[in-house]
């Protein structure tokens, strides 16, 4: 059975949407963030060495990072499902968002919610993350236009892994400002097991 490492309010929840929507069996082992450093728990540190989340165990192996994650576990239980063929257009598209997800649009992100954490002055980052920040929800906007999905005409591991991007965006109350964002929202919750996956780590907040 597929173990999955879930941290609380991490990148984690969009694996247990995957793991919901392959129909697998799995278990989730849970972790809490510490609550005044908003750390991962050194237990973690156990699963793998850089003690993040999410972690999978599977078949003996010991899997981090969320693309390298989303890609084993569709490459092995997504049936042909969640993502396109290979050697096709689509597919090498289907590859960029997955590493752009946690490379080119995490990074500012994240350097906005530390600026913001940190509350000093900054002779730099500030302005620079906010400038990155708006380049790449824009780009991740403008690359919606009419469509559904970000590749295709199905739910892939593309969208999984950009879920979570949406998540931060809309937590920041930004969302509104990109209305292909805002369909795209819509279109992932109209998934019955997006909800689940919510409820999931809700329970083990």
Known sequence: MIKLHHLNKSRSKRIIWLLEE?????????????????LAPDELKN?????????????GLVIAESGAITDYLITKYGKGKFAPKASTPDYVDYQQWLHFAESSA???????????????KTQF???????????????????????????????????????????????????????????YDEQL??????HTANELEAKYD
């Open 189 to 194: 919750q109209s998934h019955e097991k997006f």
């Open 22 to 38: 392959l129909e697998v069996d799995y278990e989730i082992v849970a972790y809490q963030r510490n609550t005044e450093t908003f």
């Open 47 to 59: 699963v793998h060495p850089l003690g993040k989340s999410p972690v999978i165990e599977d078949d």
């Open 125 to 183: 980052l500030e302005g620079y993350a906010d400038a990155e920040t708006a380049k790449v929800i824009s780009y991740f906007n403008s690359r919606l236009e009419g469509k559904r999905y970000l590749v295709g005409e199905t739910l892939t591991g593309a969208d999984f892994m950009m879920s979570f991007i949406v998540e931060i965006v809309k937590n920041a109350g930004q969302l509104e400002h990109f209305k292909n964002l805002v369909k």
């Open 106 to 120: 995490i990074l500012p992100l994240l350097l906005k919610m530390f600026v913001q954490k940190d509350g000093a």
